[in-house]
């Protein structure tokens, strides 16, 4: 029964809500707050709720009489007050009600003034703030109000403040040891605070010194302090004319050192600072131009998008890339040929390179995205590759290779820009080493071409393919081979039916393409090689395959196509500098692997087997490998143990032959006759200098040194 009661008394509090609700009498607005004890001249406060079509009335009220309550709320105002009513709409469910004071609360003075407060309780009254729609009531803001009159002075404010004085020249206190307010401080008797009666308890022990208040009497040498009922003969002409400041007390607190602020967080805007270019540049100082400004080249920010004037710093390398839409066509870039300063003194020209992309595919999204609505031609500028030469703590040359394209616009065309700096050590014509005197993993393996007409090695690259875009070798880039580094790389060659019928010419044309990744015929052994040294260098041998192939294929298949390149590059290592093992290049061979190309007939599309104009893509790779020989325990036998050949001369680092050179018959830089005699006079100084040398002149003391003895 208690379990069914409690249910029956939810359910009618239930029904009563409801009714309520139907009746209209729960309230759909309210304040907040709903009591307001204000003691300013403005108040405010919101209503919330379904404010449509209400209305609002403001009203003085006062406690009846007879109960000691308010009278009830009602739409019709009851009565004018000095109070202005404002609303002002905040959304769509809530109003700022605002009520203003309308009059003065200055205290009223010797001249009587209507609008002047007679009292200092200035206004003192209780307010109402009804809201009614359609006649009907909805709720009420009272508000009971306790304002005191201002107090104004007469006579403008005194300028007067405390001044103190520099501690530097004159002490903060008379009586330093006056640390307490009001209160005697002990042993303290220059306090003022202490009577008599209590200097009398610590008369004898009083703080010394100027912290006590004990300040020295003024020098008898000083002109100041002679009366003239005692003064000396000598005085005032041996006086001396000091001011009363200049004492040795002064400055006895004063340590003078000063307390720097520490920078705290504020929401002020940061005030940057003009640029300071530095005398010499150092890895990782800004680039400065002549005009003292930062050099800037778009960068890639930390969050991974794209800073259009990053500045460029100094031995930082960089590659970028930034994607953007072509709705239009951008405003073109400024002057490349920047004067940029050289970080010793001088400046140095940015030198530009133009050339046009062949191959969109790399900068362009999708190009074959058909493009709607009206198109215009843009010029743009893909990509800029800077290079900075540097030396020490300078730059000795920029260059800037601007790649540039015409592409049309449109709503569906985005275009990739790259950006990219590299530094290279020494001047325009130069590149960097690899190591010193070992190779560095990861970095290029150093190629060469001799020249024969002036003996001099000229630089040559060892490359792999690095594909884009369509895949096909005619578009690829290259990329350098890195010492250490094995990898693999191909791309495609287009060959229609035709092409293969010509076994002979396809051969040799796929043969050229992959030979044109290496057009080194040496390579460096170590990573810092001499140019003008050929000892320095090794031959690429190339492994030849003993394969007779017939010239002219049968009808759609081409066998003994060179498909593969092969480096394999053996390195060994060689010492060590600073326990850094050295590494260094033994040999260097490429060879060739042989495949047999076959056209297909059953592929999607057209028939390349029925429409000899129709191509075929065949993939060609290319490979390095780096084969490490094991180090051996025993020092590495020098030319001179190994002997080849006694005679010789050209593969032994001794030869025999030659030891006594200018007086053989090979020699034939002067005539035999002169070389004999310069020969034979080089001899006489030799027995000379032995005859009379430190060995010799021991010889001759010895029987002298025994007589003496």
């Known amino acids: 029964m208690a379990r069914l009661s409690f249910s029956c008394i939810v359910f009618y509090f239930i029904f009563i809500i409801i009714v309520l609700l139907k009746e209209g009498t729960v309230c759909t607005v309210v304040f907040q707050p709903k009591f307001i004890l204000a003691s300013g001249p403005k108040i405010s406060a919101f209503l919330v709720g379904n404010i449509s079509g209400v209305s609002l009335t403001l009203s003085a009220v006062s406690p009846l009489s007879a109960t000691g309550s308010l009278p009830p709320p009602s739409c019709i105002p009851v009565s004018q007050t000095q ?347 130069s590149q960097p080493y690899s190591g010193n005197p070992g190779y560095q993993v990861k970095r290029s393996v150093i190629g060469g071409i001799l020249d024969s007409d002036t003996g001099v090695i000229q630089r040559a690259q060892i490359n792999l393919w690095q594909p884009g875009g369509e895949g096909l070798c005619s578009s690829a880039d290259l990329r350098p081979v890195l010492f250490g580094i094995n990898s693999t790389s191909g791309c495609l060659i287009p060959a229609s039916l035709p092409n293969l019928t010509q076994c002979s010419q396809l051969r040799e044309t796929v043969r050229a393409v992959l030979g044109g990744l290496v057009t080194s015929t040496l390579v460096s052994r170590t990573g810092k090689p001499d140019f003008n040294n050929i000892t320095d260098w090794l031959n690429i041998t190339i492994s030849q395959q003993n394969s007779s192939q017939p010239a002219e294929g049968s009808r759609g298949v081409c066998a003994g196509v060179p498909t593969h390149l092969h480096v394999n590059i053996r390195t060994v290592i060689r010492g060590s500098v600073q326990g850094v093992p050295q590494k260094i290049i033994l040999a260097v061979e490429i060879s060739f692997r042989e495949t047999t190309w076959r056209i297909e007939c059953d592929v999607g599309g057209p028939n390349p087997c029925l429409d000899p104009e129709v191509m075929q893509n065949f993939a060609v790779t290319s490979s390095v490998t780096f084969t490490e020989y094991p180090l051996s325990s025993q020092p590495p036998r020098s030319r001179f143990s190994i002997n080849f050949t006694e005679f010789d001369c050209d593969r032994n680092d001794v030869c025999w032959n030659e030891l006594a050179f200018p007086l053989t018959r090979y020699y034939t830089g002067e005539p035999y006759s002169q070389a004999l005699a310069k020969g034979l006079i080089l001899v006489f100084f030799f027995i000379a200098a032995s005859v009379l040398g430190t060995p010799w002149r021991q010889i001759r003391q010895v029987p002298i040194t025994l007589e003496l003895y």
């Open 83 to 429: 109070w202005n009513l404002s609303t002002e709409f905040i959304g769509k469910s809530a109003l700022l009600v605002r009520v203003n004071l309308n009059r003065s609360l200055e205290l009223c003075g010797n001249e009587t003034s209507q609008d002047c407060c007679p009292e200092s309780l200035c206004v003192q009254e209780t307010l109402r703030v009804s809201v009614c729609a359609d006649d009907t009531l909805k709720t009420s803001l009272i508000i009971q109000t306790q304002i005191y009159a201002l107090i104004v002075p007469s006579k403008p404010l005194s300028e007067n403040r405390t001044v103190i004085p520099n501690q530097v020249f004159q002490p903060l206190g008379r009586c330093p040891c006056d640390v307490s307010p009001d209160v005697c401080d002990i042993r303290c008797c220059c306090d003022p605070n202490c009577t008599q009666e209590m200097l009398g308890l610590f008369l004898n022990q009083c703080l010394p010194g100027p912290f006590g208040g004990s300040l020295s009497p003024v020098p008898d040498y000083q002109c100041s302090a002679q009366s003239s009922e005692n003064d000396p003969d000598w005085f005032p002409f041996l006086c001396v004319v000091s001011p009363s400041d200049n004492n040795p007390f002064l400055g006895l607190f004063y340590n003078g050192g000063t307390v720097s602020p520490k920078p705290r967080p504020s929401f002020q805007t940061h005030q940057v600072t003009a640029p300071v270019p530095p005398v010499n540049y150092r890895q990782g100082d800004p680039i400065f131009t002549e005009a003292d400004g930062y050099f800037t080249i778009p960068q890639n920010s930390g969050l991974g998008q794209c800073v259009e004037n990053a500045p460029v710093a100094f031995l930082e390398n960089f590659e970028c890339q930034c994607v953007r839409r072509l709705q239009f066509c951008p405003s073109q870039s400024d002057n490349l040929r920047v004067k940029v300063k050289d970080g010793r003194g001088g400046v140095v020209t940015v030198n530009v390179a133009d050339e046009v992309a062949s191959d969109l595919s790399l900068f362009l999204s999708d190009s074959s995205e058909p493009i709607s609505g009206s198109q215009q031609s843009c010029s743009l500028v893909l990509s800029l590759r800077y290079t900075f030469y540097w030396r020490e703590n300078g730059l000795t040359g920029i260059t800037v290779l601007r790649t540039t394209a015409n592409i049309s616009t449109g709503p569906a065309v985005s275009f990739t820009s790259r950006h990219s700096a590299v530094f290279v050590n020494g001047n325009e014509t």
